[in-house]
Structure formats: structure tokens, C-alpha cells
């Protein structure tokens, strides 16, 4: 997802990112890949860990609200644009 967007919409979860969630920026493509539960999100299963994460697992963002706080970004900012 694009990376403020994906930010905008975390922030909107009130998600902090130093509670531990699996979040990667992409800076040089300017995405987020924000980790979720296995079969919960629309996707590729071409997509894998390319290193495992090792101890304790990490709390994982829920896809469904993540996509709702998304769609509800996208809405405002169409709205917006409208006016």
C-alpha cells in the first residue's frame, strides 16, 4: 500500500509502531507492508517470510480493520477532492 496512506490508516487504528506490529517501509518504492494473520487479506501466495521471525510471535495487525480504516481514508480524500 502506499506508505502515507498505509500510515494514515494505522494511525486512524491508533496502532503504535513501537508496540511490536511487523511493519516494513519501503522507502526507495515509497510502500508499507504491514503484516497480517495468514488467509485474512487479499494477496499473492507467492509471498513469503524471507526470514523468519525467531522468538515470541509478533502481534499481528487484522487485516479486516485495516482494510475498513483504509477504505475509510480513501473515502475522505475522494470526498475532499470533490469539493
Do not use: F, K
Not at 526507495?28 to 487479499?42: F, M, S
Amino acid at each position: 500500500m502506499p506508505m502515507t496512506a498505509g500510515l494514515e490508516a494505522l494511525d486512524r487504528m491508533r496502532l503504535d509502531l513501537q508496540s511490536g506490529h511487523p511493519v516494513l517501509a519501503d522507502h526507495l518504492r515509497g510502500e508499507l507492508y504491514v503484516l497480517v494473520p495468514p488467509r485474512t487479506a487479499d494477496g499473492s501466495e507467492t509471498a513469503n517470510w524471507l526470514s523468519a521471525p525467531r522468538g515470541e510471535r509478533p502481534p499481528l495487525v487484522q487485516a479486516d480493520r485495516l482494510a475498513r480504516h483504509l477504505q475509510a481514508l480513501l473515502d475522505d480524500r475522494r470526498e475532499v477532492a470533490a469539493r
